[in-house]
Structure formats: structure tokens, C-alpha cells
């Protein structure tokens, strides 16, 4: 059967209503469009575990602020719909800004937050994104009602504070975070990476390069304070990718995403760096002793 493909709220609540009724659980992959190997791997996940995998493309406005790149974002809904079908989802939610925010998005007075997760990190730079977030996948999560929905370990942050979201607020939801799928070079892959000048896309492997070395490193004992892994990493991506702007270096705790003094327990080690107008982001998790 070919897949489903709605804008109405409506008939995604008729389409999953139907799908309990045949005994099927339903996973939710929410995704901004322009979609790529990584999206897959979350669709797939869905597809299997799930008798029903609704993947959501939307572009939200309410997690952008107003100097980023939310016009230029890249738009492939007709690729995206065949990738979607090829993974083996059943539906696809293409809403527009009319049927999410019927009355206009200044127009939410809810706002939904989690501060302490929030306030580091892309938080630090971005201090509305995460409050956009948390609003429409509220409103996907209201509008689906699945039993799990599937994020990104590359956005690392976004997935803690999603599950963190859920908990306090008894979303009856699982959350599953799905490993980063990663390029020949390393590169993790994103939408953006399509903005990347060819020159500026060899320089961006130095981001996974410098995260995977540093894990060498702290595991042979050679970095054993914070100071050391972010300046470790910061220097690797200084003297491999010159073009690169570092937006940030850091090694957090991996449940409550502050600053750690040295590498001990489950931490993430996270960067933020543009080149050009880009900004890409990556992470590493590390269990240690």
C-alpha cells in the first residue's frame, strides 16, 4: 500500500484511531524536512518497532529567532515523501503554519520549558529555540499520540530536553534516541551540511575528528580535566578547520547538561562551530568510570 500523505489533523487522529483498533502501536519520527540518511535511520526505527510510523515535516517557526535561517531552510517535500515510503512509514503530516498555529504563532501565549536543560549549550546562544521546541512537538505529540517518538542523538541536548519534557508532563510517550549517522569523513549529517561551500564541507570533518580523538585521548589518561578535553578539541578544530568559527567546546554531565570538572561518569562532549553562515553541531558520548 503507498503512503499516506495529509495536512489534516483530522485524518491523522482517524488514520492512528484505526491503527489501535487493528492492535498496532504507533512511533512518530518529527523531522523539519529535508531529509537525509540520518532521518532514515529514525523512520526505520519506527517502521520496525512499531505497527505504524508517522513521520512529521514541518517547518517551525517558533524555534527560530528572527536573525536565523528559517527562509533559507532547505524545502524537498517531494524527495522527502519517497524516502519516507522507502523506510516503510505509513503516514506523512505536512502541516502548514495555518493549521499549526491557526490564529498565528504570536499568538500562543503557552510557553513550555525545561530552564535548567536549556540554559547551556545551543542554549546559551539561541535562549527561544528550546522553548519552540518543546511547543510543537507538544502540539505533534497532542495531535499523534504515539507510544514512542524518535530523535537524534546529534541533537543531544534536544532529545534531553524532550524526555525531560515528557516526564514532567506524563506524556504516556517512550523516547527513543537514535545513534548519529555520520558521513564517509565523519561529518554527522544534517540538513544544513547542503549549505556548505565544497572548501568549508572538507574543513567540517575536522568536528568529529577532533570529538573522536579527544575520546582517545581521555581514555589513554592524557585529559584529565575539562580545561584540558575542550581546549584538546578547540585546538584540533582551530589548526584542521581554520574557516570554522568555534561557537562552542564542552563537556557536560550526560543527564543534566552542566559543565563537569573533569571526565568522569556518562558525559557528552559537544561543539558548535560556523562556517560561513552555517552552524553545525556535534557530540560525543563517553560511560566512563
Request: overall charge negative.
Amino acid at each position: 500500500m503507498s503512503i499516506r500523505v495529509t495536512r489534516n489533523i483530522d485524518e491523522v487522529r482517524t488514520a492512528v484511531r484505526d491503527a489501535r483498533k487493528e492492535g498496532r502501536k504507533v512511533g512518530l519520527v518529527p523531522t523539519m524536512g529535508a531529509l537525509h540518511e540520518g532521518h532514515a535511520s529514525l523512520v526505520r526505527a519506527a517502521a520496525r518497532d512499531c505497527g505504524m510510523a508517522v513521520v512529521s515535516i514541518y517547518l517551525n517557526p517558533t524555534q527560530f529567532s528572527p536573525s536565523e535561517d528559517l527562509d533559507k531552510y532547505p524545502r524537498t517535500p517531494d524527495n522527502d515523501i519517497k524516502l519516507c515510503e522507502s523506510c516503510g512509514a505509513s503516514l506523512v503530516f505536512m502541516p502548514s503554519d495555518e493549521v499549526m498555529y491557526p490564529a498565528g504563532k504570536d499568538a500562543i501565549l503557552t510557553r513550555i520549558e525545561v530552564p535548567s536543560l536549556a540554559a547551556n549549550l545551543c542554549g546559551r546562544n539561541r535562549p527561544t529555540h528550546f522553548a519552540g521546541v518543546c511547543l510543537v512537538v507538544s502540539k505533534l505529540f497532542n495531535i499523534v499520540q504515539p507510544d514512542v517518538a524518535y530523535f537524534g542523538q546529534k541533537d543531544y541536548q534536544q532529545a534531553a530536553i524532550i524526555r525531560q519534557m515528557v516526564r514532567d508532563l506524563d506524556f504516556p510517550i517512550k523516547i527513543e534516541a537514535c545513534p548519529i549517522v555520520r558521513e564517509a569523513d565523519g561529518l554527522a549529517m544534517s540538513s544544513r551540511n547542503a549549505y556548505l561551500s565544497a572548501e568549508h564541507r572538507r574543513q567540517a570533518a575536522a568536528l568529529s575528528d577532533a570529538l573522536f580523538a579527544a575520546r582517545d585521548a581521555i581514555l589513554a589518561g592524557e585529559l584529565p580535566t575539562n580545561d584540558d578535553v575542550t581546549e584538546f578539541v578547540a585546538d584540533c578544530i582551530r589548526t584542521n578547520a581554520p574557516a570554522g568559527r568555534i561557537n562552542y567546546v564542552q563537556m557536560v554531565d550526560a543527564e543534566d547538561l552542566h559543565d563537569i570538572a573533569f571526565p568522569v561518569g556518562n558525559i557528552v562532549i559537544a561543539v558548535a562551530v560556523k562556517f560561513g553562515q552555517t552552524r553545525l553541531i556535534d557530540n560525543i558520548y563517553m560511560e566512563l568510570p
